[in-house]
């Protein structure tokens, strides 16, 4: 794989404004999203793989046969999203490549006031000889996921230009909405075909995650009572004032993800709606032991308890909602998907970094779903922000990663 057509790839999908969007009625949330989809499967036609389709929800799907001459080689699946977060803004991207980075600051032009530095981002030390691709400083760049995507497109063109190389069936599967946890909603993972796979959507070179959050969503909901602000005394109760009792009761020191770091849960007030009858907060809970979230749950509604206790009049409700569970619990069943990465990053020369992931893939929610599905970086760095940035060369191992896993499954068969 060579780094300019990984390049040039990358260039041309960031342009896309693919960013999801919260609660949205529609699958995908946002038609952007299938605009790009379409065109990778024309790209994936034009490759030579007569199958690409999309379906009906923008799911992409397609295989690239095997060239091995071994009948029990597993049907092996990569994996990436197409969406950017609903967080930055991802349209009108202008990515640009800092060529042979030498370890200065990187400032984006459109906004002076962001700046990249390794000494906030200590793997942009990492990276000096790299190229560098960044966005101008008011959108994000994009590279969560579609470095994952350029690099599973890369690798595609390789296999399908050089059948010399000994592999099994590759599916390749691309998805949407995956920022706003609704990725594998209608992923059909018998139709899929694979018996494992690995989403291409994480950092550093050489990262391999097999183990991430439990995740559940929790929303608490304070009641009062409205009326005239002017004839108020001794019948007015503000929820919104309950709430902010609420969010301040919540520790300072810990348990938050501004305090918490390695295998250490959270919980994460991010959304309020807020109205003086009726204020409810978002909160995400975290924990790596899935018997935690019950832990942290339980905890969270003793603590409104309390605020509604203080004041005659007041209630609360709470509703539960689970996002996904700790990958490792159906990984460790299934030791051989891990190996396998594994040792096909150490093949390309890569020091293999293996930690867990303070977040969740759609891999999570895979591996429930009856497809083992491991984690293995694509680049990403800075994801969901305008600090957003990825080195080519890193997407071009990715892509390199692709081809000898690939190998190492037709190896290990028979």
């Not at 101008?136 to 059948?163: C, F, Q, R, Y």
């Not at 309390?306 to 689970?322: K, L, T, W, Y």
């Not at 779903?369 to 997407?395: C, K, Y």
């Amino acid at each position: 794989m060579t780094s300019p057509a990984v390049l040039e790839r990358f260039l041309r999908y960031v342009t896309y404004d693919t960013q999801s969007r919260e609660g949205a009625t529609t699958y995908p949330s946002t038609p952007g999203q299938l605009v790009l989809l379409r065109d990778l499967v024309v790209e994936l036609q034009a490759m030579g793989i007569a199958d690409a389709a999309m379906d009906e929800r923008g799911y992409v799907m397609a295989t690239i046969p095997a060239t091995t001459k071994k009948a029990d080689v597993p049907v092996i699946g990569f994996i990436a999203h197409v969406d950017t977060s609903p967080e930055m803004s991802g349209a009108g991207v202008k990515p640009i490549v800092h060529r042979a980075y030498d370890g200065r600051d990187l400032v984006l032009p459109d906004d002076p006031t962001a700046v990249l530095r390794v000494a906030d981002m200590p793997y942009l030390g990492e990276c000096l000889g790299h190229d560098i691709i960044t966005a101008s400083g008011t959108t994000l760049l994009g590279a969560d996921n579609k470095s994952g995507v350029a690099a599973i497109m890369t690798a595609a063109e390789w296999l399908m230009t050089h059948p010399e190389i000994p592999h099994g069936a590759i599916r390749i599967g691309f998805t949407p909405d995956e920022e706003v946890g609704q990725g594998t909603q209608h992923f059909d993972v018998a139709k899929f075909g694979a018996r494992y796979a690995y989403t291409m959507d994480g950092g550093s070179r050489g990262e391999l995650e097999f183990e991430s959050f439990s995740a559940d969503a929790i929303t608490i909901t304070f009641r009062g009572l409205n009326t005239h602000p002017g004839y108020a005394k001794g019948h007015m109760v503000n929820a919104i004032k309950l709430a902010a009792r609420f969010i301040e009761r919540l520790p300072a020191d810990r348990r938050s993800p501004e305090t918490t770091d390695g295998r250490d849960g959270f919980v994460h007030p991010y959304v309020v709606d807020a109205s003086v009858d009726r204020t409810s907060v978002k909160l995400l809970v975290r924990d790596f032991v899935t018997d935690g979230l019950a832990e942290k749950e339980q905890w969270l509604q003793s603590l409104a308890a309390d605020v509604v206790r203080e004041v005659p009049g007041a209630s609360f409700e709470a509703e539960i909602v689970e996002s996904y569970r700790n990958m490792r619990e159906v990984l460790d069943q299934h030791p051989l998907v891990v190996e396998c990465a594994r040792e096909g990053i150490a093949r390309t020369g890569l020091t293999v970094r293996e930690r867990p992931i303070r977040g969740g893939t759609d891999g999570s929610k895979l591996s429930f779903m009856g497809l083992p599905t491991p984690n293995i970086f694509a680049g990403e760095q800075n994801f969901h922000s305008r600090f957003e940035w990825v080195s080519v060369q890193d997407m071009a191992k990715a892509a390199e990663v692709i081809v000898e896993v690939a190998k190492v499954w037709e190896e290990k068969a028979g």
